[in-house]
């Protein structure tokens, strides 16, 4: 029977362990990934409207970090001058 309260006693520090664990990490997502201000969606979604050319609803945004989007306007505008230099 002490084999038994022994484990459960274990368990239970584990359980307690993982859940500061996660506690931590949630307050660390949370400081890399702000909230997106209402302001922000309003302008997202009137960008959207103007686009389609009819009011779209915006179920997710995300916040992307890297420069994909960035590299490939670039070479699009570089291969746009490229074309009228050949």
Not at 2 to 10: G, K, P, R, Y
Not at 46 to 58: D, E, F, H, V
Request: proline content about 1%; hydrophobic content about 40%.
């Amino acid at each position: 029977m002490s084999e038994t309260n022994d484990t459960v006693a274990e368990l239970k520090a584990l359980v307690a362990q993982l859940n500061t664990r996660v506690q931590t990490l949630e307050e660390q997502a949370a400081h890399c990934h702000p909230e997106v201000s209402e302001d922000v969606l309003l302008a997202i979604s009137a960008a959207c409207a103007a686009y389609l050319g009819k009011r779209a609803t915006i179920k997710q945004v995300h916040l992307r970090r890297g420069s994909g989007w960035a590299s490939q306007g670039r070479y699009a505008l570089q291969q746009s001058h490229a074309n009228l230099h050949a």
